[in-house]
């Protein structure tokens, strides 16, 4: 199926100029993985790139220049990227860019946090109060109502999901920013598991959603 919702232009120009963190990015390139239309438009934006680094007039670097480089190569960022043939990995998503965090389990160690939700840690929150986790939600599931302190990225890998913006189905791309106020559901029809990545941590609203962070980190 072709995926119908992908990012948007400024979210694969950070992409591809290695400004998003490690969560977010994962989050862009697993639905890049996905989608020939973004894998063309992030080509393009690449292309624009190294033009307008070939147009820049060189600057002259201090003195301390590669010693201050050195000093930042542990605060580093990894910007996750497109991988090759891992058809070999023992893994769900072997062959896409979640397959490094994967490892090579045959089984994932799902986590239950509730009634028909259970979910994977990829990235845990670090960088820029960021993190990306797998979660696999039971057909006919309703889940909380809440908001953001920041963004959050979401790639259906299957199943399909509806909120208050649309429906979606395996490799759309979803992107809310902290205005947005929504209550995914999950269709009857099977399970879906998605990808999310977030900035800071969830608003949940009503009486119920402000006990979940008591007892799940999110």
């Given at each position: 199926m072709t995926p119908s919702h992908h990012p948007s232009a400024a979210t694969l120009f950070d992409y591809g100029s290695g400004s998003l963190s490690e969560p977010l990015a994962l989050a862009v390139v697993t639905h890049i993985s996905m989608c020939a239309e973004c894998r063309e438009r992030l080509a393009q934006i690449e292309t624009v790139g190294g033009v307008m680094l070939e147009d820049l007039e060189p600057e002259e670097m201090s003195p301390d220049c590669y010693a201050q480089t050195l000093a930042r190569l542990d605060d580093t960022v990894p910007i996750p990227f497109l991988i090759g043939d891992v058809s070999a990995v023992d893994s769900?998503?072997?062959g896409t860019p979640l397959t490094p965090y994967l490892g090579g389990v045959g089984e994932l160690p799902w986590k239950r946090l509730g009634r028909g939700v259970a979910a994977v840690d990829l990235v845990r929150r670090r960088n820029r109060g960021t993190r990306a986790t797998l979660f696999r939600v039971s057909r006919g599931t309703l889940l909380p109502l809440?908001?953001?302190?920041?963004?959050?990225?979401?790639?259906v890998l299957e199943g399909k999901f509806f909120d208050e913006t649309g429906a979606f189905v395996a490799g759309d791309f979803i992107e809310h920013d902290a205005e947005m106020v929504h209550r995914p559901a999950v269709t009857s029809d099977e399970d879906c598991v998605c990808l999310i990545a977030v900035e800071g941590r969830l608003k949940f609203k009503g009486v119920f959603g402000r006990l979940i962070p008591l007892f799940v980190d999110m």
């Amino acid at each position: 199926m072709t995926p119908s919702h992908h990012p948007s232009a400024a979210t694969l120009f950070d992409y591809g100029s290695g400004s998003l963190s490690e969560p977010l990015a994962l989050a862009v390139v697993t639905h890049i993985s996905m989608c020939a239309e973004c894998r063309e438009r992030l080509a393009q934006i690449e292309t624009v790139g190294g033009v307008m680094l070939e147009d820049l007039e060189p600057e002259e670097m201090s003195p301390d220049c590669y010693a201050q480089t050195l000093a930042r190569l542990d605060d580093t960022v990894p910007i996750p990227f497109l991988i090759g043939d891992v058809s070999a990995v023992d893994s769900p998503f072997a062959g896409t860019p979640l397959t490094p965090y994967l490892g090579g389990v045959g089984e994932l160690p799902w986590k239950r946090l509730g009634r028909g939700v259970a979910a994977v840690d990829l990235v845990r929150r670090r960088n820029r109060g960021t993190r990306a986790t797998l979660f696999r939600v039971s057909r006919g599931t309703l889940l909380p109502l809440h908001g953001h302190r920041g963004r959050e990225m979401t790639v259906v890998l299957e199943g399909k999901f509806f909120d208050e913006t649309g429906a979606f189905v395996a490799g759309d791309f979803i992107e809310h920013d902290a205005e947005m106020v929504h209550r995914p559901a999950v269709t009857s029809d099977e399970d879906c598991v998605c990808l999310i990545a977030v900035e800071g941590r969830l608003k949940f609203k009503g009486v119920f959603g402000r006990l979940i962070p008591l007892f799940v980190d999110m």
